[in-house]
């Protein structure tokens, strides 16, 4: 597999939330807006990219027994460096995101890159994975949350250009599940052509 494709498989072929449906917790809690959604998936593509080159560099000298608890305290190393950057530089953004950030460290998807990917190949081709996957997932959240900012609120990344309230309904769970269903069916019907 060449290097370009690595890179893209993520982004459509094995996009993590509208083909693989993984990491949907976050997806459907954090996208009340594209500023959080788009944050998120920054947050977890930062994550992402350096834990499976960690992963890829120490997995030979990692026991199969331990394997897994090695990885979460690497995953969770970056996520730590990860929360004291947003914190000292994007304070507001931190405390929207919340406890999400926290629970990067446990997100399927960068446990799952670190098993099925990262510990069997090399370093670049495990960051390349890390940010297609990263890449696929900030594109998939930064466009639930456009989608549900829009119908919500009438605004998107803050901008008002609709008068008057949106559809509350957008903005909750229920709103989370439709969009995200409705752009499921739209991308993977896109993708196959």
């Known amino acids: 597999m060449s290097k370009l494709q690595l890179f893209t498989k993520g982004i459509l ?3 993590p939330t509208f083909v693989l449906l993984l990491g949907m917790c976050p997806t459907l809690a954090t996208t009340t807006s594209a500023i959080n959604g788009l944050s998120m998936g920054l947050a977890t593509l930062f994550v992402l990219v350096l834990s499976n080159m960690a992963i890829s560099a120490i997995a030979p000298y990692v026991p199969d027994k331990v394997h897994i608890p090695v990885y979460i305290v690497v995953i969770a190393t970056f996520v730590t460096v990860l929360q004291f950057m947003m914190q000292a530089f994007v304070p507001g953004i ?3 995101l919340g406890l999400f950030i926290p629970l990067i460290v446990v997100n399927c998807i960068v446990l799952g890159r670190a098993e099925a990917f990262a ?18 997932f900030t594109c998939s959240l930064t466009v639930l949350g456009i989608v549900r900012e829009i119908l ?3 605004s998107v990344f803050g901008w008002k250009f609709i008068s008057g309230d949106g559809m509350l309904a957008f903005v909750m769970a229920p709103g989370a599940f439709l969009c995200l269903g409705y752009l499921m069916v739209l ?3 896109i993708a196959k052509k």
């Not at 090399?122 to 890449?135: F, M, Q, R, T």
Request: glycine fraction near 26%; charge should be neutral; aromatic fraction near 6%.
């Open 119 to 136: 510990n069997k190949n090399g370093i670049i081709d495990s960051a390349l994975d890390g940010l297609g996957i990263g890449v696929g």
């Open 94 to 96: 931190y405390a929207t």
């Open 13 to 15: 072929k094995e996009n």
């Open 187 to 189: 991308f993977n019907k």
């Open 152 to 154: 919500g609120g009438g």
